[in-house]
């Protein structure tokens, strides 16, 4: 892909795929002692950052987590911008990855992040519906 919107493009999406992950996995990683979410919006929460596993124990985590799924909405229109614009090279692959982690991103906003939490996973006929839709025909 050419420099410029390549660079572009791995910002964003990249940004969006690191932070669908993060909202995906808070509770794999509070098991390991780690907590990826941003430290502002904790505390704009009013959650005690003690330890991981008390922080993502609080109901009010769900707040936090809709904050930065604002955010990695805005990294994926953002990558969808540069993609809208159809730079030279390929971009089949990029586009097929945000797809799949968008909808993972939808489908986890809709159970939500207060506790107990349930992690998502694509269906295989999903996942064959995205491939369809981006991979071929997108």
């Known amino acids: 892909m050419e420099e410029g ?9 990249g940004r969006a795929l690191q932070l669908t992950n993060i909202l995906r996995d808070i509770d794999e990683d509070a098991g ?58 390929r971009i089949g692959t990029p586009r097929l990855m945000g797809a799949v982690y968008e909808e993972i991103l939808r489908q986890t906003e809709a159970v939500g992040w207060a506790p107990p939490r ?11 519906a995205i491939v369809l839709r981006h991979g071929l025909f997108g």
Do not use: M
Not at 5 to 13: F, N, Q, R
Not at 70 to 83: G, P
């Open 32 to 89: 390991i002692g780690r907590l990826y979410l941003p430290r502002e919006y904790i505390e704009l929460a009013g959650i005690p950052i003690t330890d991981p596993k008390s922080a993502i124990a609080d109901p009010r985590i769900d707040k936090v987590c809709k904050l930065v799924a604002r955010d990695a909405h805005q990294f994926y229109a953002d990558a969808a911008r540069v993609l809208a614009g159809r730079p030279r090279g």
């Open 118 to 128: 349930i992690r998502v996973s694509l269906s295989k006929a999903k996942l064959l």
């Open 5 to 13: 919107p390549g660079d572009a493009l791995a910002h964003h999406l």
